[in-house]
T-cell receptor, first 116, second 110 residues
Framework: GAVVSQHPSWVICKSGTSVKIECRSL??????MFWYRQFPKQSLMLMAT?????????EQGVEKDKFLINHASLTLSTLTVTSAHPEDSSFYIC????????????FGNGTRLTVT | KQEVTQIPAALSVPEGENLVLNCSFT??????LQWFRQDPGKGLTSLLL?????REQTSGRLNASLDKSSGRSTLYIAASQPGDSATYLC?????????FGQGTRLTINP
């Protein structure tokens, strides 16, 4: 089955630093990748949608200058949390899909970010 | 705006029982509905995907139904096992992309 690899699985960083999270589709080419964040005991909230070779589309309330998304190839998307603050501590999950709407989403295992 | 609700929020049952998880959505204009499983601190595992034109999907002990007109889906788990303990999320894909419910935290007691 389709595999999405997310790295790192957890990271601790100091306030003010930047953190990059990678999302790779290992055995298929993902036309679209999605980034979600999940606070404890809450559901996933979509942050942005990224299509290969174009700018990401951010959901309302998500700061695009803070959460930089790059989708340079059909198998790799990155999320960079810039100038991280403790309130950015969360669980970030990416997902990838071959074709929108009709195909299932495949998710990475998530990245636990803790900002101290 | 699409809203997805899952009831109950938590469920605890003895091993071996059959159980049903519920998911409702407010906007019936969806492309598909998907059920996921999430283990603590882990990503999501896709369980079943039901296209808007379908009524149900089955995989092993899992059966998911979809009634688009009433905005409801159920996930039926037969002969539950302790390994089924996890949070189950449903999500609908529509014009507003993928919208998740809050999940049902399921505990199967040995």
């Amino acid at each position: 089955g389709a595999v999405v690899s997310q790295h790192p699985s957890w990271v601790i960083c100091k306030s003010g630093t930047s953190v990059k999270i990678e999302c790779r589709s290992l055995d298929f080419q993902a036309t679209t990748m999605f980034w979600y964040r999940q606070f404890p005991k809450q559901s996933l909230m979509l942050m942005a949608t990224s299509n290969e070779g174009s700018k990401a589309t951010y959901e309302q309330g998500v700061e695009k200058d803070k959460f930089l998304i790059n989708h340079a190839s059909l198998t790799l998307s990155t999320l960079t949390v810039t100038s991280a603050h403790p309130e950015d501590s969360s669980f970030y999950i990416c997902s990838a899909v071959l074709h929108t709407h009709n195909s299932p989403l495949h998710f990475g295992n998530g990245t636990r970010l803790t900002v101290t | 705006k699409q809203e997805v609700t899952q009831i109950p929020a938590a469920l605890s049952v003895p091993e071996g029982e059959n159980l049903v998880l519920n998911c409702s959505f407010t906007d019936s204009a969806i492309y598909n509905l998907q059920w996921f499983r999430q283990d603590p601190g882990k990503g999501l595992t896709s369980l079943l995907l039901i296209q808007s034109s379908q009524r149900e999907q089955t995989s092993g002990r899992l059966n998911a139904s979809l009634d688009k007109s009433s905005g409801r889906s159920t996930l039926y788990i037969a002969a539950s096992q302790p390994g089924d303990s996890a949070t189950y999320l449903c999500a609908v894909t529509g014009a507003q992309k993928l919208v998740f419910g809050q999940g049902t935290r399921l505990t199967i007691n040995p």
